[in-house]
């Protein structure tokens, strides 16, 4: 079955095509980044209109990559939630239009399933069960996932999630929007002992996050000193030793409350080189196996909402037959079939 992914949840828009025999062989991308860098942060109004202006050209283009006509699509799979709403409706406009126009049926993907089975598309993925440590811009989740569908959210960020703070912390620093991923390069610099922030939420017993303290203590200690060059990488390194830190933590204790052995990490903020080193190297003493994807399918993209539409239209769930577009901007995994 050949498989066309469409992602607009947020300000992305990812085309793919993923062939259920020979894998992924088209993918796309396109980066509102310099779009949304004049106002420091995403505008959801910019975001969809761009998404509109650019996925016709960029389905024309995924289709001319991979040499597909769309006659030989058997499938079409488009983000439907979660994610902004004006964007999540132009996915889901184009794609369902195009499902009717082609009579291939069509398939509502969860954008957080989407990250949750990207690692699947690498050669060699773990086998269920296992953790999931879903950390994006907008969440930070520890996930069971015992089966494709059978997912038990564990513990999620009471406020900011992950990707935002990292932003939000650069930002004060002085680094342009996005900067989470500078923060992290320049935090490399940094000298580990001069400044050592709290690891929030661990001193108490659970799975769920907060890292809104962590970035208001962060923003107090900007305001107190002159911002240098090694003073900025070392409050970076701080504040990154800190988040890597309170991950770390919490994973550990998903894993020994459920007692799996394999660890998932996803989303964008999965891509953190420290966090990657140090993960692995903390599990590896635990016999943890830990698991991700390439940096390419880490933040948002086609391939991996293709890939999951494959999956679900294969096993006959979720087909929309309709002709209603219906998005879900708060669409909680738990809600989703199992196969």
């Given at each position: 079955?050949?498989v066309?992914?469409?992602?607009?949840?947020?300000?992305e828009?990812?085309?793919a095509?993923?062939?259920?025999q020979?894998?992924l062989i088209?993918?796309q991308?396109?980066?509102?980044?310099?779009?949304?860098?004049d106002?420091?942060g995403?505008?959801?109004?910019?975001a969809s209109?761009?998404h509109a202006r650019?996925?016709i050209?960029?389905?024309?283009?995924?289709?001319?990559e991979?040499?597909v006509?769309?006659?030989?699509?058997d499938?079409i799979?488009?983000?439907a939630?979660?994610g902004?709403?004006?964007?999540l409706?132009v996915g889901?406009?184009v794609?369902?239009a195009?499902a009717f126009?082609w009579?291939?049926?069509?398939?509502?993907v969860?954008h957080?399933?989407g990250?949750?089975?990207?690692?699947?598309?690498e050669i060699?993925?773990?086998n269920?069960?296992?953790?999931?440590?879903?950390?994006?811009?907008?969440?930070t989740?520890?996930?069971?996932?015992k089966?494709?569908?059978?997912?038990?959210?564990?513990?999620?960020?009471?406020d900011?999630?992950a990707?935002e703070?990292f932003d939000?912390?650069?930002?004060?620093?002085?680094i342009?929007?996005?900067?989470?991923?500078?923060?992290?390069?320049?935090a490399q610099?940094?000298?580990?002992?001069?400044?050592?922030f709290p690891?929030?939420?661990?001193?108490?017993p659970?799975l769920?996050f907060?890292?809104?303290?962590?970035?208001t203590?962060t923003?107090?200690?900007i305001?107190?000193?002159h911002?240098?060059e090694?003073?900025?990488?070392?409050?970076?390194?701080?504040?990154?030793?800190?988040?890597?830190?309170?991950?770390?933590?919490?994973?550990?204790?998903?894993?020994?409350k459920?007692?799996f052995?394999?660890?998932?990490l996803a989303?964008?903020?999965?891509?953190n080189r420290?966090l990657?080193l140090?993960m692995v190297?903390?599990m590896r003493?635990q016999n943890i196996?830990?698991f991700?994807s390439?940096?390419?399918?880490?933040?948002?993209n086609g391939a991996?909402?293709a890939?999951?539409?494959?999956?679900r239209?294969?096993?006959g769930?979720?087909?929309d037959?309709?002709l209603e577009?219906?998005?879900?901007?708060?669409?909680?995994?738990?809600e989703?079939?199992?196969i």
């Amino acid at each position: 079955m050949m498989v066309l992914g469409i992602e607009t949840s947020c300000d992305e828009t990812g085309i793919a095509i993923y062939d259920s025999q020979l894998g992924l062989i088209a993918n796309q991308l396109y980066s509102q980044v310099k779009l949304h860098a004049d106002y420091g942060g995403i505008v959801p109004e910019l975001a969809s209109r761009d998404h509109a202006r650019k996925i016709i050209p960029l389905i024309k283009s995924t289709l001319q990559e991979a040499n597909v006509k769309p006659c030989q699509i058997d499938g079409i799979a488009y983000t439907a939630g979660p994610g902004l709403v004006g964007a999540l409706l132009v996915g889901a406009s184009v794609g369902k239009a195009l499902a009717f126009a082609w009579d291939i049926p069509s398939v509502a993907v969860n954008h957080l399933e989407g990250h949750l089975l990207s690692h699947r598309m690498e050669i060699n993925p773990p086998n269920f069960p296992f953790i999931v440590l879903l950390v994006s811009g907008a969440h930070t989740q520890l996930i069971s996932a015992k089966d494709i569908g059978v997912y038990t959210l564990l513990g999620e960020s009471l406020d900011d999630a992950a990707g935002e703070a990292f932003d939000k912390i650069a930002k004060l620093l002085g680094i342009e929007y996005p900067g989470g991923a500078m923060l992290s390069k320049i935090a490399q610099q940094g000298k580990p002992e001069r400044f050592i922030f709290p690891r929030p939420m661990t001193d108490r017993p659970g799975l769920d996050f907060s890292f809104s303290g962590l970035k208001t203590f962060t923003a107090n200690v900007i305001r107190k000193y002159h911002l240098d060059e090694q003073t900025r990488s070392d409050i970076a390194r701080a504040f990154e030793d800190a988040i890597v830190d309170t991950l770390i933590i919490k994973s550990k204790r998903a894993l020994k409350k459920t007692g799996f052995n394999r660890l998932v990490l996803a989303g964008g903020v999965s891509a953190n080189r420290t966090l990657r080193l140090r993960m692995v190297e903390m599990m590896r003493f635990q016999n943890i196996e830990v698991f991700y994807s390439h940096p390419l399918f880490c933040t948002d993209n086609g391939a991996m909402i293709a890939y999951v539409g494959m999956i679900r239209l294969i096993n006959g769930l979720e087909i929309d037959t309709k002709l209603e577009i219906n998005v879900k901007p708060h669409w909680s995994l738990t809600e989703l079939s199992a196969i």
